[in-house]
């Protein structure tokens, strides 16, 4: 997997040593490459990972303060990209969210690098929270403004609770790819699920459409 790029930017200007890209991309491999064996978080030191990735334990400790810190750059570099949504209408934009869902999910099942990483990101709860905050609440927030401009342009229904809504495009799909490790994910799965609940927030008017 490749990981260049993936640790996100400072806004403002960078003070200290200049960072070298080659050499984080080194050190985060070096973890996926640890995790990939099946060494557990708990196991994971500094001085392990430096071995792996052929850096020095002071090189790490210059970009992060410990190996909690560094797991969270890798959580973020083994992330897909969030999509780019066509734009054109919100049963689009939708299906667009859901595939991503389903592309992931068939990604942790056979990769067992994914699946190891997102098992210790569940057992840790400082990881938990900071994946939440970095992953999924921006991609909520990405949902939730679909859904909030299809409500004011009349796609969907005046009275239509948009958190709730969200809830009921996305659960279906992360029971599928989470929950249940053996259910189906279809090809055309996105737009079954969207397309069901869809058929029940539009305006009346738009039903027979």
């Known amino acids: 997997m490749s990981l260049a790029g993936s640790r996100p930017q400072p806004d403002g200007p960078v003070r200290g040593r200049p960072r070298s890209e080659a050499v984080e991309r080194a050190i985060l ?3 996926m490459k640890l995790l990939e064996d099946g060494v557990p978080l ?3 030191s500094i001085e392990r990972v430096a071995r792996t990735a052929g850096v020095g334990k002071a090189t790490i400790y210059r970009r992060w303060s410990g190996k909690e810190e560094l797991f ?14 066509p734009g054109t209408s919100l049963r689009d934009d939708l299906v667009v969210l859901l595939e991503t869902l389903r592309q992931r999910g068939l990604a942790t099942r056979s990769s067992a690098l994914l699946h190891n990483v997102y098992a210790q990101i569940k057992h ?3 990881l938990w929270l900071e994946y939440h905050d970095s992953v999924i609440a921006p991609r909520r927030r ?5 859904l909030r401009r299809a409500r004011d342009n009349g796609e969907l229904r005046a009275d239509v609770d948009l958190e709730l809504a969200n ?7 992360l029971v599928r790819s989470i929950m249940r490790p053996d259910g189906d ?3 055309d ?3 079954k699920i969207v397309d069901a609940v869809l058929e029940g927030l539009r305006p009346v008017s738009s039903t027979a459409s």
């Open 29 to 31: 491999e070096g973890v």
């Open 42 to 44: 708990a196991e994971l």
């Open 72 to 85: 969270i750059d890798v959580v973020r570099a083994a992330e897909p990209p969030d999509p780019e949504l």
């Open 124 to 126: 840790t709860p400082r």
């Open 142 to 146: 990405l949902a939730l403004e679909v």
């Open 167 to 173: 809830d009921m495009f996305v659960g279906p799909m």
């Open 185 to 187: 994910l279809p090809e």
């Open 189 to 191: 799965l996105a737009e």
